[in-house]
């Protein structure tokens, strides 16, 4: 499907999400101060699958991002309008607990943020900062969550050591590891390789492939191979518009906007 911005009000769907939509984002506009940065974008997010945002440098893409969490919030004379619908629940309602949904939204950045702390205490942060002290689910989590994240092998013989000694590719993958220790149902990634060698990349490329069912991902990337690697749909984003939201395979070769065409062949961006 595809998504023309200057038709308002519509909410774009791709086909193929078994397990349904999980967001839906409607009619969002996003300032900062009085500058608009994001206009009119709707778009469904299927639940289970990995939804890629691509677009040059400045579209908006980590700011629709952080828009899904409300990172945004802490941002000075930020406004937005519209809707972000998590399971129906507009999560710039009134009521919404920005905290519990944030633990909802696992974020994972472009460049890998470990806390100066051990490989342990790294992963079990979430269950921390929550109050858990009970040693079995600790440690079950730690176990579960680097098993998820494809790098238990590599780090079981040292927990306890600093995580800040670990390579960028072990440290992006420690990060998702404690973004899963949380429980998340969604990750957001934005640019999670762009710091990363390509064997590196590669290795985050294939956790996100067994990631999928299990969590909702929505991923920012630059590299096209990337976005056509991973993901199950993609959205084209330009200065601030969503112009072209469809599945992956549609959208880089048989994109229906000649601008998703220029940027998806290498014209520009
Ligand atoms: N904190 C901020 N305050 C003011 N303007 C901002 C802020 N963050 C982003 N912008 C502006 O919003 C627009 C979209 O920026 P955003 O960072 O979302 O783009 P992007 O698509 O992620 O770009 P890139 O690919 O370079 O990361 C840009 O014009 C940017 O200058
Ligand atoms: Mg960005």
Redesign the pocket.
């Given at each position: 499907m595809i998504r023309n911005s200057d038709t308002n009000g519509t909410v774009y769907h791709v086909q193929g999400g078994p397990m349904g939509t999980l967001l839906t984002i409607k009619d969002f506009c996003l300032w900062?101060?009085r500058?608009q940065?994001l206009f009119d974008v709707g778009m469904g997010v299927e639940k289970g699958l990995v939804t890629a945002l691509i677009?040059?440098?400045?579209?908006?893409?980590?700011?629709?991002l952080r828009g899904i969490n409300r990172m945004n919030d802490l941002?000075d004379g930020l406004r937005t309008s519209g809707e972000i619908l998590l399971d129906g629940t507009d999560i710039y309602g009134p009521d919404v607990d920005v905290i519990g949904l944030r633990k909802v939204m696992g974020m994972v950045f472009q460049k890998p943020n470990p806390f100066p702390m051990s490989i342990a205490d790294n992963v079990c942060y979430p269950l921390k900062v929550d109050g858990v002290r009970d040693k079995k689910t600790l440690r079950d989590t730690l176990e579960n969550a680097l098993k998820a994240s494809a790098l238990w092998d590599e780090v079981k013989d040292r927990l306890q050591d600093n995580a800040l000694g670990l390579s960028g590719g072990q440290q992006q993958r420690l990060c998702i590891a404690r973004a899963i220790a949380g429980d998340p149902e969604v990750l957001l990634m934005d640019?999670p390789c762009s710091a990363l060698d390509p064997v590196a990349t590669a290795k985050i490329e294939d956790l996100i492939d067994e990631l999928r069912g299990r969590y909702t991902i929505v991923i920012?990337t630059?590299n096209m191979q990337q976005a056509a690697r991973v993901s199950d749909n993609t959205a084209f984003?330009y200065l601030?518009k969503l112009i072209e939201y469809g599945e992956t395979s549609v959208i880089f070769t048989n994109p229906k906007v000649e601008k998703t065409m220029e940027y998806v062949t290498g014209r520009f961006g």
């Open positions: 900062y101060g500058a940065a677009g040059p440098s400045g579209c908006g893409k980590s700011t629709l941002i640019e920012v630059h984003m601030g």
